[in-house]
């Protein structure tokens, strides 16, 4: 499985984008790249997933360069309920696998 | 709300008891995850159902640990003379085989915590 790395911690404030770059150098032709949000005391939520170029939803964008070594998770104009830990993992598409989560990019949206 | 429901929301044990864990998937839903958070990590794998059928199961599911999904709805996970080690989240997670890589959605978690 492809081991993924991102920022253990970033800062911003109310009604910033926030970009939260993560990298995997060794995805395989058959993975897809996934994001989840997680809260506190509450499961991982299912944010946005792609396999190149942008996939845009009404949550986030997700931007993955050619060579998909790396993908940008996007969140226009966060407020103070986007504090929370995201996840980057890649996978095979063959589902019935495991997901693989990182230690994730703990965000802290401040006033 | 995914839902995807566990019961208990919390338990406390004492080392050494045996405690059962539910969870109900969304009901077309004919895969079954569980995972075991501790404070600060991700989430880890443990085992995987397809309907009934158990697929898959981590090394970190010791002996002590039995998944069940009898009838390809609702699983049970149960621990057997926990230790303090134990004390972690369980997050019960279901999809749906689809064209594209499956969506999995996770419950609210069953937090664990034995004395």
């Known amino acids: 499985l492809a081991k993924t790395t991102q920022p253990i911690s970033m800062d911003s404030y109310e009604g910033q984008e926030v970009n939260i770059t993560c990298s995997h150098n060794?995805?395989?032709?058959?993975?897809?790249i996934t994001w989840y949000q997680q809260f506190p005391s509450q499961g991982p939520r299912f944010i946005i997933q792609?396999?190149?170029t942008k996939v845009t939803n009404e949550v986030a964008s997700l931007f993955i360069p050619a060579d998909r070594k790396s993908s940008t998770l996007s969140l226009p104009r966060v407020s103070l309920s986007d504090t929370a830990v995201y996840y980057c993992?890649?996978?095979?598409?063959?589902?019935?696998?495991?997901?693989?989560f990182g230690g994730g990019t703990r965000l802290m949206v401040k006033p | 709300d995914t839902g995807v429901s566990q019961d208990p929301r919390h338990k406390i044990t004492k080392r050494g008891q045996n405690v059962t864990f539910r969870c109900d998937p969304i009901?077309?839903?004919?895969?079954l995850y569980w995972y075991r958070q501790t404070l600060g990590q991700g989430p880890e794998f443990l085992t995987y159902?397809?309907?009934?059928?158990?697929?898959?199961k981590s090394r970190l599911l010791s002996d002590r640990f039995s998944a069940e999904r009898p009838k390809g709805s609702f699983s049970t996970l149960e621990i057997q003379r926990t230790e303090q080690g134990d004390s972690a989240m369980y997050l019960c997670?279901?999809?749906?085989?689809?064209?594209?890589?499956?969506?999995?959605?996770f419950g609210p978690g069953t937090r664990l915590l034995v004395l």
């Open positions: 060794n995805i395989a032709t058959n993975d897809y």
């Open positions: 993992l890649v996978g095979d598409r063959d589902a019935g696998n495991m997901l693989t």
């Open positions: 792609g396999y190149k």
């Open positions: 009901s077309e839903h004919n895969r």
């Open positions: 159902f397809q309907n009934e059928a158990q697929l898959e």
């Open positions: 997670a279901s999809s749906e085989r689809g064209i594209n890589q499956e969506t999995q959605y």
